[in-house]
């Protein structure tokens, strides 16, 4: 009886697009192929094998999905890290890190930080007078500490971002550290991360003033993957400063940014009470007040269109009715 043996692995011969196309999954720590697709030049279909023999020969680590419909899910493979460091001088403890395989029970969280990711990277690249000078992952940002008085208690928080991401707008620098909420978390937990980042920031605005390195200014921006879960969330911002809210927290659902160039349109809401207005990341405060009329016209139709979109948990977008706001509009402005 003949023993059979196992055909040998041909040596894989990397391409200038596979190498641009390991950097893009380095970049991104985890991506669909749907977005690489968006990302790499070529037909889907020679991006589709071109990953295919990447996976076979470990280059790239593919999750199982769990549906056909579904787009497979990639992040970087053992095989990646030489070619990375070679032609990028990324340091190889970087590459290390970013292959170690995301466990199944966090692949959602970190596929819907790879698409605001997606949403920034493709908005900035298009927008001749915005540039994206860094983003920086969840895995390679430190921890933020802080200690503040709750009542009679001292409350020590220490917390991470999503994702941080760096800009600059018409020469002026934004730093915009984001969370991507699954509504996985109790409401308890998301409250106490809101007050934590309210005083972190007095703390920073503190240090600025005193003219020690601080991480000052920042914004914080939030996305969701329901208009009920951004209301939910919303209400603990609007609870600060003794019901006055705050702008330091701004909100969207992740669906209003499905096209990407729509990222720095007015899509945010704040957390400050008695603005019910829809803004743009890129508005200074005085063009906040300025175009108010414009940015309430837009408010409206958007809060008339037919549907308001969610993003289920298998990734899909899908529709639902629009939900009322909970705190109803008010003429008054920010200032």
Known sequence: MPIQTEKPTLPLHLTSRDRE??????????????????????????????????????????????????PYVYQLGQQAGRELTALYGIEPDRVKKRAQKISA????????????????????????????????????????????????RTVKASFKHDILFILKHQGRSMTLPTEADRSTERGKVVESKIKAYHHFWLQEREKA??????????????????????????????????????????????AEYADPQRFFEPIWY????????????????????????????????????????????????RREEPIPSQHGPNPTSRK
């Not at 698409?115 to 900035?124: D, E, I, L, N, P």
């Not at 996305?223 to 330091?248: D, M, P, V």
């Not at 207005?277 to 837009?298: A, F, M, P, Q, W």
């Open 21 to 70: 196309l390991l950097k893009c999954v380095f970049d991104f720590r985890i991506l669909t192929a749907d977005l690489i697709q968006q990302l790499i030049p070529g037909s889907d279909q020679q991006i589709l094998r071109r990953l295919q023999k990447l996976t076979a020969h470990r280059y790239l680590i593919r999750h199982q999905r769990s549906s056909a419909h579904l």
């Open 105 to 152: 029970d966090t692949v959602q969280h970190a596929l819907m930080i790879s698409r605001v990711q997606f949403a920034a990277t493709c908005a900035a690249a298009e927008w001749p007078d915005v540039e994206l000078v860094d983003c920086v992952i969840e895995d390679e940002l430190p921890y933020r500490s802080v200690a503040y008085q709750d009542g009679a």
């Open 209 to 254: 003033r005193r003219g020690e390195q601080a991480f000052f200014p920042f914004r914080v921006l939030w996305t969701t993957r329901s208009r009920e879960r951004l209301e939910n969330i919303r209400r603990h911002s609007l609870a600060l400063n003794n019901s006055k809210g705050t702008g330091l927290h701004w909100f969207t659902c992740e």
């Open 270 to 317: 704040t957390g400050r009470t008695g603005d019910q207005e829809l803004h743009s990341l890129l508005e200074s405060r005085r063009d906040r007040g300025k175009n108010r009329s414009s940015v309430c016209t837009i408010s409206k139709d958007r809060q008339q269109s037919a549907a308001a979109e969610y993003t289920d948990t298998s990734g899909h977008i």
